[in-house]
């Protein structure tokens, strides 16, 4: 059986494209997962400068890749429920090279923004959450899109 589950948040905005022949489209985008440390051992880490958190490449195909595309952004935080797929290609210099990435079957938002427009997205998201309104929410405190360490 070839089944992952993965929680983490996204390093970069998802990049969109479309498959030539079919039109289909593919978005790519790469998924801060953290490892299971004690506190301990994650100020250790921190410390002697090693990643507290594995870096995972996400493939997600048709309506789910677009969705994903306009809706999410660096620093979300998402689900992925998918396969493991290994592929490799010959590079300019003619050596094989080898990517892991996962074949995700779905993507569920776990964090939502603001709900201005989509072409809007990535402007809205840079600054502050000011338009949000998060006085329902006792005790939460906006974290600015630039204090996130990815």
Do not use: H
């Amino acid at each position: 059986m070839n089944k992952v589950i993965l929680i983490g948040r996204l390093t970069a905005d998802p990049e969109l494209r479309f498959l030539p022949g079919n039109g289909r489209a593919v978005s790519n985008f790469s998924l801060a997962v953290d490892k299971d440390l004690s506190r301990d051992k994650k100020q250790e880490f921190e410390q002697q400068g090693k990643p507290t958190a594995d870096f995972i490449r996400i493939v997600v195909f048709g309506r789910s890749a677009e969705n994903c595309a306009n809706y999410l952004a660096k620093g979300r935080l998402v689900a992925v429920d998918g396969r493991l797929q290994t592929r490799s290609y010959e590079n300019a210099q003619g050596q094989r090279v080898y990517i892991t990435e996962v074949l995700a079957n779905s993507v569920e938002f776990l964090e939502w923004g603001d709900n201005n427009s989509a072409g809007n997205k990535r402007e809205n998201n840079k600054g502050s959450n000011d338009s949000m309104d998060f006085s329902a929410a006792e005790g939460f405190q906006p974290v600015d899109d630039d204090d996130i360490p990815f």
